[in-house]
């Protein structure tokens, strides 16, 4: 899959950050979209709409009890956008129940049996990653299966 720009990259197990292997011409039976309502979401869910639109099943997963949402929009209208697209999309609450994003999104990929995860990287500064972990951290020091991330 070609890179558009440095704000995607795809990483896998194997290979890390040169894992922009190729997606491209393949099927996908199930994509899980870590939905957060932010802004480097919904680029994520942009950036991937090619792949997006050729799965069997999307799921868009968003991890509830965990970080305050401060967003109007909803995974619901997410759906319905995706929907347009011919998209057969499927939408989940979880609650993240004292466990870290990263744990819960790990929990849902392993559950639906994910050909990738797509998600949106660095929603906070960097320092706040290092620091604190995160997400984006936890995914990114062994992915369970390809994630297609965007900044």
Excluded: Q
């Amino acid at each position: 899959m070609a890179c558009r720009g440095d704000h995607l990259r795809l990483w896998t197990a194997d290979t890390g950050a040169a894992g922009e292997r190729a997606l491209a011409g393949a099927r996908v039976h199930t994509i899980v979209v870590a939905w957060d309502f932010t802004r480097a979401a919904a680029r994520a869910v942009a950036d991937a709409m090619p792949i997006l639109e050729r799965a069997n099943k999307v799921r868009i997963v968003t991890v509830t009890n965990e970080k305050l949402f401060d967003s109007k929009r909803s995974s619901e209208e997410l759906a319905k956008n995706l929907s347009r697209h011919d998209v057969d999309v499927i939408v989940y609450r979880v609650d993240a129940a004292g466990r870290s994003i990263g744990n819960v999104l790990k929990r849902e990929v392993a559950d639906c049996s994910a050909d990738l995860l797509v998600m949106g990287a660095y929603g906070h500064s960097r320092f706040s990653e290092f620091i604190l972990g995160g997400a984006t951290k936890s995914l990114l020091s062994k992915p369970p299966l390809p994630i297609l991330f965007s900044h």
